[in-house]
C-alpha cells in the first residue's frame, strides 16, 4: 500500500533559480520526504505574492526582499509571510538595448564585464541623452520589492544616476522583458535568467553585466510560506525544506546539468530552448563584447550555505527600502524584518541531518573578499567572496550608520519603482 503524500501548493516563475522546486518535485525527491508538490506556474510576481496572500497557494518561489515587504505592509494585500530557506544566489542580468550598446562603447563601455567601467560609461551616455533633450532612459526591474530593483539601483546611485530622477524605473514581468526590449517600450531591464539570454539570442541586446557583478554571492530567490501554514504544519514545513535542500544539491552537481536543463525547457517550467537554459546554468554568461565569460557567484543553488536565511540579507534589503522611500526607519520594522528570516526553521528541519551550516544567523555583508572558513554548527565552512562592487561593508547592527554613509540615502526619496 503507498503511503498518503501531504500535498502542498506552491508557485513559481519561469525562471532558472526556481530549478530546486522543480527537480524536488521531477525527480521524486519530495516524494521520498512525503510531499506531493502541487506546482503553479505564475506570469508575474505579483500575482504570486497575492496568491499567497489570500491562501490559494502555500509557498512560493519567492523574490528575497517579498516577504519582508509584506511583513511591513507595503503589499496592497497583508499578508504573513517567512522565509524558511534561501533557494539561491545571482542569476540576474543587466542587459541593454542593441543600438544603446553602440553609443555605451563609443563612450568607453568596455566589451568585457566591468561594473565600474560600465557604470562610467552608462552615466556618461544619460547625461549625453538629458544635454540632448531626449527623453529619460526606461529599465525594467521584475517587481518594485525585488533584489533586482535594489542592486541595480544601489550600481546606478554609487554612478551618480539618480533612479526616478535620471532614469525610470518600471516593473515588467520577467517573461516580457525581452519583449519589450524588442518593441523600444523599455531600453534596459534586470531580470532573472534566461530573459538576458533569450534578449542577446533575439539580437535584442547585449547584457552589461550580472547582479554578481555588483555584489557577489548575492542572495536572489527565497522560499517563501504562508506563516499560518508553516506554523499549523511544522512538521511539513520542516519536510519541505529538506526535499528543497536536497534538489538544490542536485542542482549544483556538473553530472546533472543537462538534465537539468532539459527539465526546465519543458513548457509547463521556463519553457525556453534548451541552448539559453544550459548558458545560465554553466555560469558562463555572455558579455557586451560576444564572448562567454565565467561569473564566480552567479546561480549558485545550495554551496557555501547558499540555502541559509541570513537575517544580515534581510535586513539589507530592508534598508535599501528605506533609502528608496519604500519604508520608515523603526525599531518595530527592524524587528519585523528579523521576524521574516527564519533559521530556527532551517535548522530544525536540517540539524539531525548533520549538515553543516553557519553557527551565527547574521553576518557583516561585503567584508569576505575571498573564500573564507567560518564559525559552523558542524564540520568545516566556507563562505565567500560576498563583495560589493564599491567595496562597501553592511553592518546590520548599524543600519542608520549605513544609510548615512550611502550616497543618495535620504529616506524621502521618491519611489523609484512602479509597482506591478
Not at 526582499?65 to 509571510?81: N, R
Not at 547585449?206 to 547582479?211: G, V
Not at 539589507?316 to 533559521?343: D, I, K
Request: glycine share 10%; aromatic share 6%; net charge neutral.
Amino acid at each position: 500500500m503507498t503511503a498518503r503524500l501531504d500535498t502542498i501548493r506552491v508557485g513559481f516563475i519561469p525562471l532558472l533559480d526556481c530549478a530546486p522546486l522543480i527537480v524536488a518535485h521531477e525527480t521524486g525527491i519530495a516524494a521520498e520526504e512525503g510531499l506531493a508538490l502541487d506546482l503553479h506556474k505564475e506570469t508575474s510576481w505579483a500575482t504570486l505574492r497575492d496568491r499567497l496572500a489570500v491562501g490559494h497557494l502555500d509557498a512560493g518561489h519567492s523574490l528575497a526582499p517579498m516577504p519582508i515587504a509584506a511583513k511591513l505592509g507595503l503589499a496592497p494585500l497583508a499578508s504573513d509571510l517567512v522565509v524558511p530557506m534561501a533557494l539561491c544566489s545571482g542569476g540576474n542580468t543587466i542587459t541593454i538595448a542593441e543600438r544603446l550598446w553602440l553609443e555605451l562603447a563609443d563612450l568607453g563601455a568596455p566589451e568585457h564585464f566591468d561594473a565600474r567601467a560600465t557604470l562610467t560609461a552608462l552615466a556618461a551616455l544619460i547625461a549625453r541623452h538629458a544635454a540632448a533633450g531626449l527623453p529619460r532612459l526606461t529599465f525594467g526591474i521584475v517587481h518594485a520589492h525585488s533584489a533586482h530593483h535594489y542592486e541595480l539601483a544601489y550600481w546606478l546611485a554609487a554612478g551618480g544616476i539618480r533612479p526616478g530622477v535620471d532614469i525610470d524605473l518600471v516593473a515588467v514581468p520577467p517573461s516580457l522583458m525581452a519583449a519589450a526590449l524588442a518593441s523600444g517600450r523599455i531600453q534596459g531591464f534586470c531580470a532573472g535568467e534566461p530573459w538576458g539570454t533569450a534578449a542577446v539570442s533575439e539580437g535584442a541586446g547585449r547584457i552589461l553585466i550580472t547582479n554578481a557583478h555588483i555584489w557577489t554571492n548575492s542572495p536572489e530567490k527565497v522560499l517563501g510560506v504562508r506563516a499560518a501554514w508553516a506554523q499549523s504544519l511544522p512538521e511539513v514545513n520542516q519536510r519541505l525544506i529538506r526535499a528543497v535542500y536536497r534538489a538544490a544539491l542536485w542542482c549544483d552537481a556538473p553530472a546533472n546539468q543537462d538534465t537539468l536543463a532539459i527539465l526546465l525547457k519543458q513548457p509547463g517550467y521556463v519553457g525556453r530552448p534548451r541552448e539559453q537554459i544550459a548558458i545560465g546554468l554553466s555560469r558562463c554568461i555572455q558579455s557586451p563584447g560576444g564572448s562567454r565569460e565565467p561569473v564566480e557567484g552567479f546561480l549558485n543553488f545550495a554551496g557555501k550555505a547558499q540555502t541559509f536565511p541570513w537575517v544580515s540579507h534581510a535586513l539589507w534589503f530592508y534598508s535599501q527600502m528605506v533609502r528608496w522611500g519604500q519604508a520608515t526607519l523603526s525599531p518595530q520594522a527592524v524587528a519585523a524584518t528579523r521576524a521574516t528570516y527564519r533559521p530556527e526553521m532551517y535548522r530544525a528541519a536540517l540539524g539531525s541531518r548533520g549538515i553543516t551550516m553557519p553557527a551565527a544567523n547574521s553576518k557583516l555583508e561585503g567584508a569576505l573578499t575571498a573564500e573564507t572558513p567560518v564559525g559552523s554548527t558542524s564540520g568545516r565552512l566556507v563562505l565567500g567572496p560576498d563583495t560589493f562592487f564599491d567595496g562597501r561593508v553592511f553592518d546590520p547592527e548599524d543600519i542608520v550608520g549605513y544609510l548615512a554613509s550611502l550616497r543618495g540615502s535620504d529616506p524621502s526619496a521618491p519611489s523609484p519603482a512602479i509597482e506591478g
